[in-house]
């Protein structure tokens, strides 16, 4: 229960939780992201065939 203290109370715990929470938005905007240029990759090669 202590680190689960010092997680949410201390300065070090709540930059942790931020970074933790940056990375886990990062990996979402860039699966999305990758994943909209794969279909508008398709799309683009589907038009020219």
Avoid: C, N, P, V
């Amino acid at each position: 229960m202590k680190a689960m203290a010092d997680l949410f109370s201390t300065d070090y715990g709540l930059f942790s939780i931020a970074g933790i929470l940056f990375m886990i938005g990062m990996a979402i905007w860039f699966y999305r992201f990758f994943m909209r240029k794969m279909a508008e990759s398709e799309r683009a090669q589907g038009a020219q065939r």
